[in-house]
């Protein structure tokens, strides 16, 4: 019986000491600033006394759930707290309806092209938590072709439009070596078409490198021109696999009042291959949280990274994510991300099933 007793009472204290920290967690959130006792007494009714909470908070700093900045100061959370916060002790919270369905209506007018409903949702993470979003894009190799057009400008100038099955639009300027008119273009647009159709970007100069007997010399020079600007379109878009948004949002918090700690945060963010390796070694399931030193980079060590993946056909091929600093809103941004990830993929998704009943 007496053991029995003795454990209903360690039980009581560990969850005191767990409702304890939540709250301390929670306003440091708020307020940034070193929470003490009767700060937490006056503000949260715990039902018990300052010095209770002062012995608790002794105990969890001795535990490595609390740090104190100063000997005079209060208590602030430790990156160890915030872990067991985001696994065990957060509240799940859902965004509310209205805001679901606005975040849904919006995508209307980005879906049709893959790019921009994902620019589009690193807006809206951007917009919805003041943080700064990141997001890798689908890699143009691993993509495959749908349509090809190409239409004169003037002169030697050409655009070249592709479509992928996966709904990406591109646009592409270049020069030919010579005056072509409209006949030529659209025989080497149907070529193309034959020969690309359903291939990835990676393999297209396999049907396009060789010499084609049906067409003249100047035809396959200009063939093997277009060929090389596929290798270029290749190239260029591979140092281009990141949209930010909301670049200088993490200024707005003192953790980041350092200058050369937000320099280091900034000069990382405009190196986009880093960002897309990070993304993809973080984006190991569909939401991810990874808190300050569990980053891979020092520049983000005082930041969270939350991050989800979005999907074509149960593949993935990328990753959108949020960054701001460990005192971060943890319940709200998770609700967002884990939204915004099943949204994406719905639409992108709904969007691929609805172009192919449609032979688009």
Do not use: W
């Not at 000491?17 to 007494?41: C, F, N, V």
């Not at 700064?132 to 100038?157: G, W, Y």
């Not at 291939?199 to 200009?222: A, H, Q």
């Not at 993304?279 to 520049?299: H, Y």
């Amino acid at each position: 019986m007496s053991a029995n007793k003795e454990v209903i009472e360690m039980d009581e204290k560990q969850a005191r000491k767990l409702t304890i920290l939540r709250s301390i967690i929670q306003d440091y959130i708020q307020t940034a600033e070193p929470i003490g006792s009767r700060t937490i007494a006056k503000k949260y009714d715990l039902g018990i006394s300052a010095a209770t909470i002062r012995n608790e908070m002794s105990d969890l700093e001795e535990m490595g759930f609390l740090l104190q900045p100063h000997t005079s100061a209060g208590r602030i959370p430790s990156q160890k707290a915030y872990r067991l916060y985001v696994d065990e002790l957060m509240d799940k919270s859902d965004l509310s309806e209205e805001l679901k369905n606005e975040i849904r209506k919006s995508y209307q007018d980005h879906i049709e092209e893959m790019d921009k409903a994902i620019k589009h949702t690193a807006n809206v993470i951007s917009r919805l938590t003041s943080y700064t979003s990141v997001v890798s894009l689908p890699q143009m190799e691993a993509l495959n072709f749908k349509h090809v057009q190409l239409i004169p400008i003037v002169d030697e100038k050409v655009i070249m439009v592709v479509v992928t099955k996966e709904n990406i639009v591109k646009h592409y300027e270049f020069k030919l070596s010579r005056k072509v008119n409209d006949g030529e273009l659209q025989k080497m647009s149907n070529i193309l078409n034959h020969v690309v159709k359903d291939k990835s970007f990676k393999n297209v100069g396999v049907g396009l490198s060789k010499k084609i007997d049906s067409l003249t010399m100047e035809e396959n020079t200009m063939l093997q021109e277009i060929v090389m600007v596929f290798k270029e379109i290749l190239l260029e878009e591979s140092d281009n696999k990141v949209y930010s948004n909301g670049i200088t949002n993490i200024l707005d918090y003192p953790e980041f009042n350092d200058v050369v700690k937000a320099k280091e945060f900034l000069k990382l963010l405009e190196k986009k291959n880093k960002i897309a390796d990070i993304l993809t070694k973080v984006s190991t399931g569909d939401l991810n949280v990874v808190i300050g030193s569990e980053n891979i980079v020092q520049a983000f060590r005082d930041c969270t990274l939350i991050t989800a993946t979005y999907r074509l056909e149960g593949e993935t091929i990328g990753s959108i994510g949020v960054v701001g600093p460990v005192r971060m809103n943890y319940e709200h941004v998770i609700s967002v991300m884990d939204f915004l990830g099943q949204e994406l993929n719905k639409q992108l998704n709904d969007e691929r099933a609805e172009g192919d009943e449609n032979g688009r």
